[in-house]
């Protein structure tokens, strides 16, 4: 018998997996959820420490589902004294408590008796090499999140991403386009997975997919570097530790110069081909300032070419017109700019789409609308309402697929303007973080308090 959950993620493949009606998915997605909680109850321990403190044993209404949500701040909640100490085996263990799989082995490598493991990119990678893919944020504004995925999981990114991208651009999986990429992105599993993906979808085989000639970002130089601008701004800084800060910014800075000239000078090189760009706004913005100062501009470039953008401006301060300049650069036709809405923290994309200017939410992954504090359901039946986005996403394997995340959206139920009948969010999501400088889930800080506390 095919369970809820099965039906709900085998729309994968389907053409209009997102032509489904919120009223019509409500009861599968209820019992999907309900078959996870089952499933996952016994085997997280975090999961079972917030169903027995709310009293839940069963899902009968999306209520009951919200003080299951873990706030996104748990995936940061270990102590930072396991990364800065390299106490690899504390840090394991903390992931066991969010985790529904054993983190063995635990015990790093010895080679003659000598610890292998030097940094946090060892360990990521010794895991990585038993099956437990851990793909951290970025951390740019604090520590990062890691979040455990498995083989599985890493499958449905690859399904997932092509997918998601034909849906979203048009653009179909013919192997046709040059790749090129101009944006510096963490090293991290899920991220190399999606790009791997995308390129043996899209790519010509026989022409090699440009990157920035830049060194990794890994989730180790994220963390030193994070750690001592703390250090910078509380004052404990060593003289010594701000003079080379100083210089490896400024080294970084060239490098990053550089390479953003190699990449105008290639997206100028093949102008003729039929070009896949991508990259984050800032990047392609810059990118394109460069082209325009050679002197080429859309009516040089290839009149089908596509664009792929993922995250969004990251704080970046862009002109208002930046999306046109970038697309009247490259020759980006409407139909071919792709934006998607995710996170790491999910293992599935909501493409944009071209006549409605929305994301698009798949059957498999199941939108709430939460107030500020991430305590309370809104009410909601039909049309749009505005709070805090929280997403319970079937398709994940390695860990609880509910989040509460920290973002603002508008989540619609009703039709969309491009014709899909299926749940879609406004396209102006925003940080509550960037909206009140700082951002405090109310169930935070006694779920950190009680993942510390066993870890």
């Keep these: 018998m095919i369970s809820a959950t099965q039906k709900l993620t085998a729309l994968v493949d389907a053409s209009d997996r997102f032509d489904h009606s919120p009223r019509e998915l409500r009861g599968t997605q209820l019992a999907a959820m309900n078959e996870r909680l089952q499933e996952r109850t016994g ?3 975090l999961l079972a420490h917030r169903a027995r403190e709310a009293g839940i044993t069963e899902l009968r209404d999306r209520s009951d ?3 299951l949500l873990f706030p996104h701040s748990v995936y940061k909640s270990y102590p ?6 390299g106490r690899w085996d504390r840090l394991a263990a903390w992931l066991g408590t969010v985790s529904p799989y054993p983190i063995t082995p635990v015990d ?3 080679i003659d008796g000598i610890d292998t493991i030097t940094g946090i990119d060892d360990w990521i990678e010794h895991l990585g090499s038993h099956g437990h893919h851990v793909s951290c944020s970025s951390g740019t504004t604090g520590k990062s999140a890691m979040l455990l995925a498995t083989d599985q999981d890493m499958d449905w990114s690859r399904k997932d991403t092509v997918g998601v991208f034909s849906w979203g651009s048009g653009v179909r999986p013919s192997r046709d386009r040059r790749m090129i990429g101009i944006a510096p992105t ?3 599993p899920k991220n190399m997975v999606i790009a791997q993906a995308q390129e043996q979808a899209f790519g010509d085989p026989d022409k090699p997919r440009f990157r920035l000639p830049l060194p990794p970002i890994t989730v180790g130089s994220l963390t030193r570097t994070i750690l001592l601008r703390r250090r910078i701004a509380d004052g404990s800084a060593r003289p010594e530790e701000l003079a080379e800060f100083e210089r490896g910014s400024a080294r970084r800075q060239q490098a990053l110069d550089q390479a953003m000239t190699t990449a105008a000078e290639t997206l100028v090189e093949h102008r003729a081909e039929k070009l896949y760009i991508s990259g984050m706004w800032n990047a392609l913005y810059q990118a394109a300032r460069l082209v325009r100062d050679m002197g080429y501009s859309a009516k040089d470039f290839h009149p089908d070419n596509c664009l792929y953008v993922g995250g969004g401006l990251k ?3 862009l002109p208002d017109d930046y999306q046109e300049f970038v697309h009247e650069t490259f020759g980006i036709p409407a139909d071919r700019d792709f ?12 493409p944009k789409c071209q006549k409605g200017d929305r994301y698009h939410v798949p059957p498999w992954v199941v939108p709430f609308v939460l107030d500020e504090t991430g305590e309370d359901l809104l009410p909601h039946e039909s049309g749009e309402i505005e709070g805090r986005a929280a997403f319970f996403d079937l398709s994940l394997d390695g860990r609880w697929g509910g989040v509460i995340t920290g973002d603002r959206i508008g989540l619609d139920l009703d039709p969309c303007a491009c014709g899909a009948s299926g749940p879609s969010i406004r396209n102006d999501i925003v940080r509550y973080a960037d909206l009140a400088g700082d951002d405090k889930i109310g169930c ?3 779920v950190d308090a009680y993942v510390r506390g066993i870890s």
């Design 43 to 45: 085997r997280i321990k």
């Design 65 to 67: 589902v919200v003080p």
């Design 80 to 85: 930072e004294s396991f990364l800065t100490e």
């Design 108 to 110: 790093p490598p010895h």
């Design 186 to 188: 963490a090293a991290v």
């Design 315 to 317: 704080r970046a301060q």
């Design 339 to 350: 934006q998607n809405y995710s996170m790491q923290e999910l293992n599935s994309g909501m």
């Design 444 to 446: 935070a800080g006694t």
